[in-house]
């Protein structure tokens, strides 16, 4: 729902609106799946699992549209077999492992070529559709291209871990090892627009999913009303794409000029590739004769947008009807093009342009193309030398995406949340229960190197290529207040 014109100005709610223009749109997607499920135990000691399943969906080719995975998972509580449940260090131990299968469809509308009806009010970017006249309008092409062989995607994990309760509870250890390969995955690849399309579903291939979680749970001071809990949770995890449909070197993710998000074999998920200097093979950079770096010919690597690992410290402070909790969020690793950055630069408005503009006779570390070191000196932003002699404005209006690489790791404070639960005694007669009173905020603290916006955010949000950041918006904090009365 849109609303256009303002009865009062200033006051920007939908209830404020002139004329409101709605508009309405109906998927639907049918799914009959039928599941099996065996369990199996012995004496409390040993576990047996065995599941399975078949889904048919409608959103995928009528030949493709049935897909069955089982899953099969053990686990032996070693403690209880050794009769040690009451030993004051290790109470309790337990180690599992399972072997299975996820199955996905595809999504919405993915296997033909579709036509919709086109807005008659245009998007206030477009221009209003009348054909064929009098406000009637037509229907107009999707711009997916419609795949009739599309097939579910399958994920086959392997999963080892263990389960340990030390010191009569005060210290828990849960530790998992993973390997996930994922098989026919479903990639909404960007076309070329000249083909009348924009986007193509297909099966991309298949991606190796590998890693490490270990949640680690400590009770460091417990003492009357008065208790400290202490939750740290890391993740460590590599995915390398394996392989890709024959005869396709690449899948784009999502394209600019100077970047592309692409699934590539042997590289990470979503790897960044983009224009970037040339170098010699000891990853110098190679200088013209005018003193600047040399731009290559061909688009390489400039980054992955995937983090190294992980991690979580959630501290909760409980005394009598009191409870304190905050929850630290770290992320090490993972780049981020700032092509914010790129282009404030070329308009003069950036902050490294505006630091540096004044910088002259700088001597870029190199070689030439013959191999001598480079000894020609430039100016960064000097008027006589023209567009061609200004730095950031040399290589474009998105400038070069090897300048505009950072790293995006963080370091923040997720949540901070204090809560009072009244004492109980005051509801031992009559109809209330209980009262809580909660005051709680998210995103109150961050801590990056990065230079752009919070760089958890996304140009394209929730989607399989990350790490854009091109005039994206901000994070949002919040602040919750809750009152919870129990009868």
Same mark, same amino acid.
């Given at each position: 729902?849109?609303?256009?014109?303002?009865?009062?100005?200033?006051?920007?709610?939908?209830?404020?609106?002139?004329?409101?223009?709605?508009?309405?749109?109906?998927?639907?997607?049918?799914?009959?799946?039928?599941?099996?499920?065996?369990?199996?135990?012995?004496?409390?000691?040993?576990?047996?699992?065995?599941?399975?399943?078949?889904?048919?969906?409608?959103?995928?080719?009528?030949?493709?549209?049935?897909?069955?995975?089982?899953?099969?998972?053990?686990?032996?509580?070693?403690?209880?077999?050794?009769?040690?449940?009451?030993?004051?260090?290790?109470?309790?131990?337990?180690?599992?492992?399972?072997?299975?299968?996820?199955?996905?469809?595809?999504?919405?509308?993915?296997?033909?070529?579709?036509?919709?009806?086109?807005?008659?009010?245009?998007?206030?970017?477009?221009?209003?559709?009348?054909?064929?006249?009098?406000?009637?309008?037509?229907?107009?092409?999707?711009?997916?291209?419609?795949?009739?062989?599309?097939?579910?995607?399958?994920?086959?994990?392997?999963?080892?871990?263990?389960?340990?309760?030390?010191?009569?509870?005060?210290?828990?250890?849960?530790?998992?090892?993973?390997?996930?390969?994922?098989?026919?995955?479903?990639?909404?690849?960007?076309?070329?627009?000249?083909?009348?399309?924009?986007?193509?579903?297909?099966?991309?291939?298949?991606?190796?999913?590998?890693?490490?979680?270990?949640?680690?749970?400590?009770?460091?001071?417990?003492?009357?009303?008065?208790?400290?809990?202490?939750?740290?949770?890391?993740?460590?995890?590599?995915?390398?794409?394996?392989?890709?449909?024959?005869?396709?070197?690449?899948?784009?993710?999502?394209?600019?000029?100077?970047?592309?998000?692409?699934?590539?074999? *042997? =590289? +990470?998920?979503? &790897?960044? @590739?983009?224009? !970037?200097?040339?170098? %010699?093979?000891? /990853?110098?950079?190679?200088?013209?004769?005018?003193?600047?770096?040399?731009?290559?010919?061909?688009?390489?690597?400039?980054?992955?947008?995937?983090?190294?690992?992980?991690?979580?410290?959630?501290?909760?402070?409980?005394?009598?009807?009191?409870?304190?909790?905050?929850?630290?969020?770290?992320?090490?690793?993972?780049?981020?093009?700032?092509?914010?950055?790129?282009?404030?630069?070329?308009?003069?408005?950036?902050?490294?342009?505006?630091?540096?503009?004044?910088?002259?006779?700088?001597?870029?570390?190199?070689?030439?193309?013959? *191999? =001598? +070191?480079?000894? &020609?000196? @430039?100016?960064? !932003?000097?008027?006589? %030398?023209?567009? /061609?002699?200004?730095?950031?404005?040399?290589?474009?209006?998105?400038?070069?995406?090897?300048?505009?690489?950072?790293?995006?790791?963080?370091?923040?404070?997720?949540?901070?949340?204090?809560?009072?639960?009244?004492?109980?005694?005051?509801?031992?007669?009559?109809?209330?229960?209980?009262?809580?009173?909660?005051?709680?905020?998210?995103?109150?603290?961050?801590?990056?190197?990065?230079?752009?916006?919070?760089?958890?955010?996304?140009?394209?949000?929730?989607?399989?290529?990350?790490?854009?950041?091109?005039?994206?918006?901000?994070?949002?904090?919040?602040?919750?207040?809750?009152?919870?009365?129990?009868?």
């Amino acid at each position: 729902t849109n609303g256009l014109e303002l009865t009062k100005q200033g006051f920007f709610h939908i209830s404020n609106a002139i004329n409101i223009e709605s508009n309405e749109t109906i998927a639907r997607r049918r799914l009959f799946g039928v599941f099996g499920d065996v369990k199996l135990g012995w004496r409390n000691i040993a576990y047996l699992n065995f599941t399975g399943r078949n889904d048919w969906s409608s959103t995928l080719p009528r030949q493709n549209n049935s897909f069955f995975y089982p899953t099969v998972s053990a686990g032996l509580e070693f403690t209880e077999l050794l009769g040690i449940t009451d030993h004051p260090v290790l109470s309790y131990g337990k180690i599992r492992a399972s072997y299975g299968q996820v199955g996905n469809d595809a999504g919405l509308y993915l296997t033909e070529n579709y036509f919709q009806q086109a807005a008659v009010d245009g998007d206030n970017l477009l221009p209003a559709n009348d054909f064929p006249g009098f406000g009637t309008n037509a229907f107009e092409r999707s711009l997916v291209l419609g795949n009739a062989d599309l097939k579910a995607e399958k994920t086959t994990t392997f999963e080892i871990g263990t389960d340990l309760k030390l010191f009569k509870g005060r210290l828990n250890l849960d530790f998992t090892y993973y390997k996930a390969t994922t098989t026919d995955l479903i990639v909404e690849a960007q076309v070329s627009a000249a083909s009348g399309f924009t986007i193509a579903p297909v099966n991309a291939g298949e991606i190796l999913n590998e890693g490490i979680e270990t949640v680690l749970g400590l009770t460091p001071y417990k003492k009357g009303d008065f208790r400290w809990d202490l939750d740290l949770n890391f993740t460590k995890a590599k995915n390398i794409v394996t392989a890709l449909p024959e005869g396709i070197d690449q899948i784009p993710l999502a394209t600019f000029s100077a970047l592309s998000s692409l699934i590539v074999a *042997g =590289e +990470p998920y979503g &790897v960044l @590739v983009g224009t !970037a200097y040339k170098r %010699n093979d000891a /990853g110098q950079l190679i200088i013209g004769a005018d003193g600047w770096p040399l731009v290559n010919t061909e688009q390489i690597k400039v980054g992955d947008p995937n983090p190294d690992w992980i991690g979580g410290l959630r501290n909760t402070f409980t005394y009598k009807g009191w409870t304190l909790t905050g929850l630290l969020d770290v992320r090490k690793g993972g780049d981020i093009w700032n092509g914010t950055k790129g282009v404030l630069d070329y308009l003069g408005v950036g902050g490294e342009s505006g630091r540096d503009r004044e910088v002259t006779g700088y001597i870029y570390e190199g070689v030439t193309e013959s *191999g =001598e +070191p480079n000894t &020609v000196a @430039v100016d960064f !932003a000097n008027p006589a %030398n023209g567009t /061609g002699g200004i730095k950031w404005r040399r290589n474009g209006f998105l400038g070069l995406a090897e300048d505009n690489i950072e790293d995006g790791g963080w370091v923040r404070l997720r949540e901070l949340a204090v809560q009072y639960r009244l004492p109980q005694k005051w509801f031992a007669h009559g109809t209330l229960q209980g009262v809580n009173i909660a005051v709680s905020g998210r995103n109150l603290w961050l801590k990056t190197d990065y230079s752009g916006v919070d760089p958890e955010t996304n140009l394209r949000g929730d989607s399989n290529d990350t790490g854009w950041d091109y005039f994206n918006l901000p994070n949002t904090r919040s602040y919750t207040f809750s009152l919870n009365l129990k009868f």
